[in-house]
């Protein structure tokens, strides 16, 4: 839902009025500014060490709950601190860099995983192509949710282990999309050739095939990768997820909801990163899909 909700809010926004087309300097000052964002967070989370303040789980009690500095707080804590006197920055520094770790980490697991099922589809199919689609169809019948709860009560909870559960949502989706690329492109005239010079199926897929499908499979993973960052801070912000001391920006927000009254600040900074994260890859994932060679 909020993946939706994000695409429909990039759409209004860019749609021009006259015909619902989105005219060509809109989406480049988006895709610029979320550029900008999303690269900003991947240095953050590349020198967290370096740049972050103090340590995230430092706890300071004589300074806790202080406001953020343009609203009566100290410079020490420009964001100013939680329930326990932690450094609200700090913590947030090091939420992008777990975030983004589990995001990345998710996404590229689960689009190496349907890509591949997707061409083995396509190349043999048959009983193979038979079995990856019911694969398919049951990973789209059974709500994630019921299969995180499972493998977390079953083995615990882990950042390895999270980062490959991640990995397990949406997989099905880039293997149908793959699987329909590779049936299209596998009959071009240039890949019949191929395999008529006897070449391998994998030097017809790694160098034929794939360099095909990479276009749609890029923005497939743009959009995969922004269910990702927003389905990491659902699971944390419902305590599945990443787990303390360690600190993501969905259980930032969850442990900050307690305080929604009175300190309202431990909540709204990681909030407000995860609503700019999936905004500004929505506007990518758009401006990619129309620069794509149609």
Not at 23 to 36: D, E, N, T
Request: with cysteine.
């Amino acid at each position: 839902m909020s993946t939706i909700w994000a695409r429909d809010w990039t759409w209004s926004v860019f749609r021009s009025p006259k015909d619902g087309r989105i005219p060509r300097r809109l989406p480049k000052i988006g895709f610029y500014g979320a550029s900008i964002w999303i690269v900003g967070c991947l240095l953050i989370a590349a020198l967290a060490q370096v740049i972050s303040p103090y340590h995230p789980a430092q706890i300071s009690l004589d300074a806790r709950l202080s406001p953020p500095l343009l609203f009566g707080g100290a410079l020490e804590h420009l964001l100013g601190t939680d329930e326990l006197g932690r450094d609200v920055l700090a913590r947030l520094i090091y939420s992008i860099q777990i975030s983004m770790l589990v995001a990345a980490g998710g996404t590229f697991i689960s689009t190496l995983l349907g890509v591949s099922l997707g061409f083995l589809a396509a190349e043999l199919g048959g009983l193979v192509d038979d079995g990856v689609m019911a694969l398919v169809d049951m990973q789209a019948a059974v709500p994630f949710m019921i299969t995180a709860l499972l493998v977390i009560t079953i083995f615990g909870n882990s950042l390895a282990l999270f980062v490959c559960l991640v990995g397990l949502h949406g997989w099905e989706r880039h293997a149908r999309i793959a699987r329909g690329l590779a049936l299209t492109a596998r009959n071009r005239l240039h890949v019949t050739a191929a395999r008529t010079y006897n070449a391998s199926r994998v030097h017809i897929y790694a160098r034929h095939i794939l360099p095909a499908c990479a276009p749609t499979i890029v923005v497939g993973m743009t959009l995969g990768l922004t269910e990702t960052v927003l389905l990491e801070s659902t699971l944390s912000f419902l305590g599945l997820g990443i787990q303390p001391p360690m600190s993501s920006l969905g259980n930032m927000v969850g442990f900050g909801r307690d305080y929604l009254m009175t300190a309202w600040w431990i909540a709204l900074a990681p909030g407000l990163v995860i609503a700019a994260t999936a905004i500004a890859l929505m506007t990518i994932s758009e401006s990619l899909r129309q620069m794509r060679p149609r």
